[in-house]
C-alpha cells in the first residue's frame, strides 16, 4: 500500500462501490448508504491528501499498468487536476447525503439501480480530471455522459424523452471531439497529451490541425452546454430525479470546462489557441458574452426554480469561457477560480431545491409563498447561495466575478465586461424575486400547508446544504491562499501575473 | 413420421422443431468456442470481450428460438445480474490488488507477492484473470439487454 497509488484508490472507491452497491443493495437497502458515503468519504479524504502532496512535491505523473507513456495511458495529477478531484469528490460527497434521501422518496425498490450509475458516474469524473491521454478522455467522457443519461431517465414525466435528446445532443458532441482525436492521431500517430503537444509544432499541416483543434472545442462545446448548443440542459436537468439533478448540475459542466482548459493548453499550446487564427479568440468572448447574455434573459421567464437554475447555470458557462479565452493571466485565474466556487453554488441552491421539493413536492413559483416562515434553515443556506450567484462581497461568487471582470476590462473586451454586469443584475432581480414571494407573500390557502409536515427539511437533507452555505463563505474569505497557493500554479507559463 | 407431425400441430404458429432442434445442437458448441475465445484471449486473436458476446449470443439464440421464458430458466434474470457485477469486479479488483500489493494499477507483475512464479508469467496470468472477467461482465450484459430490449422490461413472452 504506497501513497503512489493514492489518486488511483480515489478514484477507484467510487467505482468499486458502484458495484458493490447493486450487490449488497439488492439484498438490503441499509448498504446502499454507508457503502456509498464511505467511499466517497475515502476518496475525499485521498483527494485532499493528494492535493497536499502535489503542493508539496510538485507535479507528477502516473503510468497505469507501467506500461511506458507514448504507449500507456498515463495520469496526470498537477495543481489543477489534484484540486478538481477534491472539488468532485467533496461535491459528490455532499449530494450523495441529499440524494439518499430523496431517491428514497422517489424512486423506491430503484434505488440499488440508481446508486450504481450514480457511482460510476462519481468514477467517470473522477477519471476525466486525471486522464493525460486523448483518448482515454473520450472513453471516460462517454462513461460519464451514459451514467447520466440512464439517471435522467430514471426522472418522472417526460424525463425520458430529455434524456433522449439529450443522448441525440451528447452522442453529436462526443462525435466531434472523436474526429478531433481522429485527425490529431493520424497527424502524430499519438494519443498521449503531451506527447502530441510535443509533436504538433514541428508540422507543417495548419489546416488539418486547426480541423483537429475546431472538432475537439465544438464537442466539448456541446458536452458542456455553452449557449446556442445548449437547447438539450434546461429540460435534461431539471427533469432528472432530484438526487441525479443535485449532483449532476454542479459537476458535469464543470468538469468539461475543465477538459477544454486541458485540451487549450495541453494538448496545443496557449499560443497556437490564442494567437494562431486572428480573430477567433475575440470571436469566442463575444460568444461567451451573447451567451451570458441570452441565457440569463431566459432564465427570467422562467416559473419554476429548477428550471431556472439551469438556464443560470448555462449563463455561468458562458462567464468560464469567456473567462478562458480572455487570454490573459486574470480572467484565466478568475474562470479556475470560477469553477471551483459555481461548483459550490450550484450545489447550494441544487441542495436547496432538493430539501423544498422534499417537503412541498413542487418548484412552482406560486407555490413557495411563505416558504422561510416553515423551512427557515432551509433558506438561509439558499439565500446564501443566492447572494453568491449574484456576486455580494463576503461569498465566492464575488471574487470569481471579480477576477473576471478585471481580466475583460485589462483584454479591453467591454462586451464581456456588460455581459458580466448585465447577468449579476439579472441574478439579483431573479432570486430577489424569489425572496420577496417566499419571506413577504403569505402561504396561501391553495397551499394544504396543514396536511404538510412543517419545518426544515431531514437532517440528511440539511446538513449537506447548511455545509455547503458555509464552504461559500470559507471559499470565499479563502479567495487569496487558493488562487495564491493552488490556482495561480495551474496557469500556463507566460501567464502567471 | 405422425408422431412428429401431431407434434407440431399442437404448438403455435412461429414454433419450428427444425430451428429448436439445430439451436439445441448448436447451443453447447457455441458455449463451448465462446470458452475457448476467452480462455485463449490472452496469446491469440480473441479475448474476453469477443468470447463474452458469443457466450451471450448463444442465450440469445435459446430465447430467440423458443421463449423468454425457456433462456430465464437457463439463466435467470438475478443470477445474470450477480455475474455482471461480479465479472467487473474481478477486472478492477485484480488491477487494485496489483496496486495494494506495491505495483502501479493493473501491473500484474505486481501479483508475484501472492504466488512466486515470475513476473512475467504473473502478466500473461493477469491479463487472463481480467479477460475472464471482461468475459462474464459481458456475457451477462448482452443476455440482459436483449430481455430487456426484447420484452420492454417486463420478461415476460419477449419477441
Given at each position: 500500500m504506497t501513497s503512489t497509488n493514492l489518486h488511483m484508490y480515489v478514484m477507484m472507491a467510487p467505482l468499486l462501490a458502484a458495484f458493490a452497491v447493486n450487490l449488497l443493495g439488492r439484498v438490503s437497502?441499509?448498504?446502499?448508504g454507508p457503502l456509498s458515503l464511505g467511499a466517497l468519504t475515502f476518496s475525499t479524504i485521498g483527494a485532499l491528501l493528494t492535493l497536499l502532496r502535489v503542493l508539496h512535491h510538485g507535479a507528477y505523473r502516473y503510468t497505469v499498468g507501467n506500461w511506458q507513456p507514448p504507449f500507456g495511458i498515463e495520469l496526470v495529477i498537477d495543481p489543477l487536476s489534484a484540486l478538481m478531484l477534491l472539488l468532485v469528490s467533496g461535491v459528490a460527497l455532499l449530494a450523495t447525503c441529499s440524494a439518499l434521501k430523496s431517491v428514497q422518496n422517489e424512486l423506491p425498490g430503484r434505488e440499488h439501480l440508481f446508486f450504481t450509475l450514480y457511482m460510476i458516474l462519481v468514477a467517470g469524473l473522477l477519471g476525466l480530471v486525471l486522464t493525460g491521454d486523448a483518448f482515454n478522455l473520450y472513453v471516460l467522457l462517454e462513461i460519464t455522459s451514459i451514467t447520466t443519461y440512464g439517471l435522467i431517465a430514471?426522472?418522472?414525466?417526460?424525463a425520458a424523452l430529455s434524456s433522449f435528446n439529450y443522448i441525440i445532443m451528447g452522442s453529436i458532441g462526443a462525435c466531434f471531439y472523436l474526429l478531433g482525436v481522429g485527425y490529431l492521431y493520424i497527424l502524430t500517430?499519438?494519443?498521449n497529451m503531451a506527447d502530441i503537444a510535443s509533436i504538433l509544432p514541428g508540422l507543417n499541416a495548419p489546416a488539418a490541425i486547426a480541423t483537429a483543434f475546431a472538432f475537439l472545442l465544438v464537442g466539448l462545446w456541446v458536452k458542456m452546454a455553452l449557449f446556442p448548443l445548449h437547447i438539450w440542459l434546461p429540460n435534461a436537468y431539471s427533469q432528472a430525479p432530484t438526487g441525479a439533478g443535485v449532483m449532476i448540475a454542479p459537476l458535469m459542466t464543470k468538469v468539461t470546462i475543465y477538459l477544454m482548459i486541458r485540451v487549450m493548453?495541453?494538448?496545443?499550446?496557449p499560443d497556437y489557441t490564442f494567437?494562431?487564427?486572428?480573430g477567433v479568440q475575440a470571436g469566442i468572448v463575444w460568444a461567451a458574452s451573447l451567451a451570458i447574455l441570452c441565457a440569463s434573459g431566459l432564465a427570467?421567464?422562467?416559473?419554476?426554480l429548477r428550471r431556472m437554475l439551469t438556464y443560470i447555470l448555462i449563463a455561468e458557462v458562458g462567464y468560464m469561457v469567456g473567462g478562458v479565452w480572455l487570454a490573459n493571466g486574470t480572467g484565466m485565474t478568475g474562470a479556475m477560480l470560477h469553477i471551483v466556487n459555481d461548483a459550490l453554488m450550484t450545489l447550494c441552491l441544487f441542495l436547496a431545491a432538493a430539501a423544498i421539493i422534499y417537503r412541498t413536492g413542487s418548484l412552482e413559483f406560486d407555490r413557495l409563498h411563505g416558504l422561510y416562515r416553515r423551512m427557515p434553515l432551509t433558506m438561509a443556506a439558499f439565500t446564501v447561495g443566492a447572494f453568491s450567484m449574484i456576486g455580494i462581497?463576503?461569498?465566492?461568487g464575488f471574487f470569481s466575478k471579480w477576477y473576471l471582470l478585471l481580466g475583460a476590462v485589462q483584454a479591453q473586451h467591454w462586451e464581456f465586461v456588460a455581459a458580466l454586469l448585465a447577468s449579476s443584475l439579472i441574478n439579483a432581480v431573479l432570486f430577489f424575486r424569489l425572496f420577496e414571494l417566499a419571506y413577504?407573500?403569505?402561504?396561501?390557502?391553495?397551499?394544504?400547508s396543514a396536511s404538510q409536515p412543517c419545518g426544515d427539511a431531514p437532517p440528511l437533507l440539511l446538513s449537506p446544504l447548511v455545509l455547503t452555505a458555509v464552504a461559500l463563505l470559507v471559499v470565499g474569505l479563502g479567495t487569496g491562499p487558493l488562487i495564491e497557493n493552488v490556482i495561480r500554479l495551474a496557469l500556463p507559463p507566460g501567464f502567471a501575473p | 413420421m405422425k408422431l412428429l407431425q401431431e407434434r407440431v400441430k399442437d404448438r403455435p404458429a412461429g414454433e419450428n422443431l427444425i430451428i429448436r432442434t439445430a439451436v439445441r445442437l448448436m447451443i453447447p458448441f457455441i458455449q463451448l468456442y465462446g470458452l475457448y475465445v476467452i480462455v485463449h484471449g490472452h496469446y491469440s486473436p480473441g479475448g474476453g470481450f469477443q468470447g463474452g458476446v458469443v457466450l451471450g449470443a448463444s442465450f440469445i439464440l435459446l430465447a430467440l428460438a423458443y421463449d423468454l421464458r425457456t433462456s430465464l430458466r437457463f439463466m435467470s434474470e438475478r443470477v445474470n445480474a450477480v455475474l455482471g457485477n461480479v465479472g467487473v469486479l474481478i477486472y478492477t479488483g485484480t488491477g487494485l490488488l496489483c496496486a495494494l500489493l506495491g505495483?502501479?494499477?493493473?501491473?500484474?507483475?505486481?501479483?508475484?507477492?501472492?504466488?512466486?512464479?515470475g513476473p512475467v508469467e504473473w502478466r500473461s496470468l493477469g491479463i487472463f484473470v481480467v479477460e475472464v472477467g471482461v468475459g462474464i461482465a459481458v456475457m451477462s450484459i448482452m443476455t440482459s439487454l436483449f430481455w430487456d430490449l426484447g420484452s420492454g422490461g417486463e420478461m415476460d413472452e419477449g419477441l
Open positions: 437497502r441499509a448498504w446502499i430514471m426522472g418522472s414525466g417526460r500517430g499519438t494519443l493548453f495541453s494538448i496545443f499550446s494567437f494562431a487564427h486572428a427570467l421567464a422562467q416559473r419554476n462581497p463576503p461569498t465566492c413577504f407573500k403569505p402561504a396561501g390557502e391553495d397551499v394544504p | 505495483g502501479l494499477f493493473l501491473d500484474y507483475s505486481a501479483l508475484d507477492r501472492i504466488l512466486p512464479l
